[in-house]
């Protein structure tokens, strides 16, 4: 548990650094050290092939559990590198970005190794709990105390729902163990059944799939950039590590088909149609992880081998591109102005080097060869073919394509319109450049390498 330890030690330290004035300055190294060590510690753990049960039957470690929590932790230091340019410009949030993020990172990394319901539960709120915090915390626009409202809500929501559907399941195996619910699935008996689909809803409300995904264009909009980052990869990510190790080992039939096709099919096609009409940035976003959300859902229709790994390695593509297009996303005192469609018009002329790292997320997040994104779709679709369901899979790709427009159209803004706009720089704006280029180097190494990254896990 040496990850966790570090994040929690971490994590004590930076409260300390907030109550003592002069120390103030010191919270975001700290929390960017804590953060690297954690993920580093993982990766070594993993590399050294540990397998152990620190609490049998609720917590366990393996080298692929391991590998994952390594990763995630990785993709939060761009998360906290950007946030520079957002909380130091005025000194807000110097202590309590890094503070509450390290907090909620300690409820991710418990994720991956849970291995019952009550430890999923608890790391997914320990994880959500500081969110709602961080989308008041800049404040920059009226509606973010309305977006943190509605998170807060569903995201309660989901919660209950979730907690009924494991008490329905416990209910009928007299388990919390995740194999129960492995069960449960396999069950003709009703109140198993009904568990089953309330997780299973729970997790769709907090992933924001259709119909359950109102909330999400409102909350990303309210939210400042770093959050929005945050929120629309690692807490998505933490959805679909729940998701896994809920259905680890299982291969679905039945009525659980239905479920699991027909609704993220609609994700994918709403959410690339919705996303076309956008005229803002992070709304297209949301919309974008709306369908996202879907492809994601769709790897549960394949067999169970090989599942963690694609889904694993979606994420990690999907994160990367998400945030390499956030971290250098020009910047502008309004921020309101700043999240609009035209303050990309001509930022090639501006600022060549932004314009092509974000080229480079747009087009991975289209799924466009040679891109990791179109590895990663590659390999959902190929479990859901090879599980029998063409039909499905031949519909989501046809979805897919939906989202080149939006994607191709930032393209288009950036490279072959006027600029409209002046350049603008802002304190921590190379810090936010430096996590673009940590973004492009893990993008690049997806790309060219993947199968050496899907052999890790």
């Known amino acids: 548990m040496l990850p966790e330890h570090l994040l929690l030690a971490g994590l004590v330290l930076l409260i300390v650094t907030s109550l003592v004035r002069g120390m103030r300055s010191l919270a975001f190294p700290l929390a960017l050290g804590v953060i690297a060590a954690a993920s580093g510690a993982a990766f070594w753990l993993a590399s050294a092939g540990l397998s152990a049960e620190p609490f049998p039957g609720h917590f366990v470690v393996s ?19 950007m946030s520079r340019s957002d909380f130091s ?3 807000l949030g110097d202590t309590e970005f890094p503070t509450l993020l390290v907090a909620s990172l300690y409820g991710l990394s418990l994720l991956p190794s849970a291995a019952s319901a009550l430890v999923l539960f608890l790391g ?15 404040f920059r626009r009226p509606q973010s105390a309305e977006s943190a409202l509605k998170y807060l809500v569903l995201s309660g929501a989901a919660s209950a729902t979730l907690l009924m559907g494991i008490s329905l399941v416990y209910g009928t195996t007299g388990s919390m163990d995740l194999s129960a619910y492995r069960d449960a699935i396999l069950q003709a008996d009703l109140m198993a059944r009904t568990g089953v689909v309330l997780v299973l809803l729970a997790l769709f409300l907090k992933a924001a799939v259709v119909p359950f995904h109102a ?54 096609v709403w959410g690339n149609i919705a996303a076309i009409r956008q005229t803002n940035l992070r709304r297209m976003i949301a919309y974008s992880s709306i369908a996202h959300a ?30 390499l297009a956030f971290a250098v996303l020009p910047s502008h005192t309004d921020d309101v102005v700043r999240d609009r469609m035209e303050t990309l018009d001509g930022l090639f002329h501006r600022d060549p080097m932004a314009a092509s790292l974000i080229a480079v997320a747009m087009l991975s997040l289209a799924g466009l060869p040679p891109f990791p994104g179109f590895t990663a ?38 490279f072959m319109l006027p600029s409209t706009a002046a350049a603008t720089t802002s304190v921590g704006q190379g810090l936010g450049k430096a996590a673009g280029v940590l973004c492009l180097a893990a993008t690049a190494v997806l790309m060219i390498v993947p199968g050496w990254v899907l052999d890790r896990f």
């Open 89 to 91: 410009r005025e000194g």
């Open 215 to 268: 909330w999400a264009p409102d909350t990303y909009e309210g939210a400042s950039v770093p959050v929005t980052a945050y929120m629309a990869t690692l807490s998505k990510a933490a959805v679909l590590v729940v998701a896994v190790r809920f259905f680890d080992g299982v291969n679905v039939s039945g009525s659980m088909v239905d479920l699991l096709a027909v609704l993220p099919l609609v994700s994918i």
């Open 377 to 414: 779709k590659f390999l959902i679709f190929k479990s859901v073919i090879a599980a029998g369901y063409s039909t499905y899979a031949v519909l989501g790709l046809v979805g897919s394509f939906l989202g080149l427009y939006f994607y191709l159209r930032v393209v288009q803004r950036m």
């Open 294 to 323: 879907g492809y994601l859902f769709y790897a549960f229709l394949g067999t169970s081998e090989g599942r963690l790994e694609a889904v694993t390695f979606y994420i990690i593509v999907y994160s990367a591109a998400n945030l």
């Open 124 to 138: 997914l709120e320990m994880m959500s709990i500081p969110v709602y915090a961080l989308i008041v915390l800049a």
């Open 63 to 81: 080298p692929t559990t391991l590998m994952v929590k390594g990763a995630l932790l990785a993709l939060a230091l761009p998360v906290l590198l």
